[in-house]
């Protein structure tokens, strides 16, 4: 992240923690998509999901992050105010521009009596080579930010330091922009 | 209408080049055949208007064939394919009643200057 | 003419028809006296000077030059194979080798053949000298006016151009031609000249017959390659080129074989994998919707693309031969090297397998080869001592074995000291203290372990460890398995199983709780169901008895760790790998289907069961379970 140029974070939600990581490694947002299960793996692992063909290891953000489990899934009727979205089990490409996040309303997709509620960001790890899902609660906005305007602090409540890159502000609250690679590197074998 | 070729030579690679220089220009390869016996056999199926014939193949011999081919038509038009250093074996595939040659590395025009010359 | 569209083309003849002379230099080897392999020498390397020649590929074409030279003359003489010939020529193969994939790679200037080609242009010379005067040699100086008795026609002198390649052949031609209109005589040099290499294109004939001198000047010009024709004094200036013919029109399909990229291959398969998921997801639909219209169409996409991707797996399907060509020169240089004498021999060539398990083959093979020719093959003192004959026997052999292959290596060497193995086992903590023999299953696992082969273990233990981590690693990844089996004194074989194709397998779908798992047909016997009072216990571990055979079980409910209870009889999947078996036991079989592998990033601690994962109709991911790490 260089001081001086502007970068585009993708700001997300995790129980409590509002997150962020450079839009350029996030390669879709996709509606929570059930996974299969692997036998063996750890819980903070869903399981594989198919996106379109491609079998994708999906990671539960809220046990990564050490935050509490999401709300139970909401029962059928709307939530306060927001527009229930239609939701096809294996939904179509979003682009991360337009994909989520859209005013404040959270997007609820997926969960049609399925578990949990949410969305499923799919970042590039490893410099590009790899690609995994990461569930989160919602997504919240597209941000470009100037250099200048993160902090490096890594020092804060809830969250294990070492995967803190840097410290933003949007409207007045604080986000964390998170180390994707320290985060789920050491959740893959090898 | 154009003319009709059969190409023979044991290496696909030669097969393909020669093929794609006679295609290229307006004629029509309608076989191709590995060792010399397969050429002789195709010869006689296909009845083309040229055949170009590498001297070494296995099985049957260029030469072999050309004699064959003659026995049978002593109207063929065979054009001999030569590597150099085949001086000799050349001038037994003349003897033998092959129309002309031309000698590898192929050049397209050179290729094609004896096509013409051989289908007169 | 764009070249580099052959160069892939030209680079997979040359490998073959190098590959080829390794085995006939070995044939040759074997039966010195027997001539045959050179003429397959000789037109192999002839083969590949022309294709090099054509690419452009001067240093390749000047060493394949030399050595069919060399070639040519060994077989004129009918020679024996001596073994300095021999070396020579494996080094010339060797060379041309190098050279081609250099040429190719764009680096040719690194090839450096200098002393290889000395060496054979001084063999050639002297096998040469023995013959010399056997052939005419030239005669150099200018076109030789005629003399002696004169006799009746025209003097016609040619000159061939100067770059016109095979001059002699021209002028042969131009003879022949000119003897359309009458009778040649005088012709100098004389014709047998002209079989020499360095005719230098000048030669003179007299003419019978009536034929206007045009029409002469126009028959000789007709051979081509002519620069001047003097018929009767009367000098003409070369006429203009003969235009090429028009290229007009375009060629039919024509049925030619070609060589595709294996990339293309795999870019073909992975979509016809895609095709595979959706027409599933069809089928799903067109169950759902009963419209016999639907129906109709989703039987019509099913059967078009079976077919298709019976095509494509076909397409990919290489005969082994295109690995196992390469192991009788390396078991032979080996054999050398360690002063063994080895009969190598190699059965089912011709079986088939996917080109992408084959690229995988290679170093596996080397290893066990090489283990066979070290470790296993005694010295021939030895092998005397022991009442053997002096030369020991390898033999590579592929077997088609329902939806596998088979591949062994045998020897009829040693064999592998179980004792030595088994005290340094217990040793090293690898087997139980108590342990009083080895099987050959365990024996393998214990070889098998990274870093079991030091130098101890090489010297004492036949050093049967090198390298059977490696192999047994590369095999287990591609899905199959290795089984090794030994007698002291006897010999040893190692057999290694390998699916027949990769992208695409028929599976059975077992169902465990609310999960399923896709298990390869490829080790599946037979499929049986049990109740849990007709298991007994065996060896300590829960098993049935299939037709007086124990067949131990393996609880995937448990394994895979699924929660819940168990029905109450259980449908056993009996797996069988070599000799051994096992009994899978699941809930449910919910059908047979063709699935797409596919891989994904495994996180740490994922059992070492699965071997990919596909994609069922209904979309959802499934694994594929490793019949490899079941049994």
Redesign the interface.
Known sequence: MSDAGVVRLLLFRVGNLLCATEAERVREILPRL?????????PV?A????VR?????VVEGWRALRQAAPAPPLPPAPASGSAPSPAP??APASDPMTGGGAGGGGERVGGEGGDVAGTTVLLELDGGK?V?GFTVDEVVDLLSVGGEALERRQALPGIDPTLVRAVGRRAGQLFVVLDTDALLT????? | MSHTVLVCDDAIFMRTMISDILAQAGFEVVGEAETGSQAVEKYRQLKPDLVTMDIVMPDMGGIDAVREIVKQDPDAKILMCSAMGQQALVVEAIQAGAKDFVVKPFQPSRVLEAVQRVLG | MDLSQYAELFLAESREHLSACNQLLLDWERAPANPAPVGGLFRAVHTVKGMAATMGYARVTDLAHRAENLLDLVRRGARPATDDLLQLLFRARDGLEHAVELSVAGREDEIDVAEVVADLDGAAAALAGVRSGARPTATPGPAPEVAGPITPGRLVQVTLRAEAPLKGGRAVLALKKARSLGEIHDVTPPEVAFEAEDFDGRFSFRIGGAAAPGDIERVVRSAGDVEHVTVGGEERRPAPEAPGPSGAGTPDARTRHIRVDLGRLDGLMDLIGELVTVRGRLNELAAERRDPAIDDVAIQVSRLSSELQAEIIQARMTPVWQVFDRFPRLVRDLARELGKQVAFRVEGKEIEVDRAILDELGDPLLHLLRNAVDHGIESPADRKRRGKKPEGEIVLTAVRERASVAISVRDDGRGIDRAKVLARAKREGIVDAHAEALTDDQLLRVLARPGFSTAEAVTSVSGRGVGIDVAMTRIRALGGSLDIRTEAGKGTTFVMRLPVTLAIVRALIAGVGPERYALPLTYVAETVEFGVQATTIVEGREAIVLRDRVVPLVHLRRLLGVAGDPPARWPIIVLEMGDRRSGIVVDGMLGQQEIVVKGFDAPRGTLPVFSGATIMGDGMPALILDAGGLV
């Open positions: 059930e996974p299969t299960r692997i036998p063996g793996a750890p692992v399981g594989i999901v198919n063909g491609t079998l994708v290891t089990a294996p790899k995994l050491p959740i893959l074998s090898s």
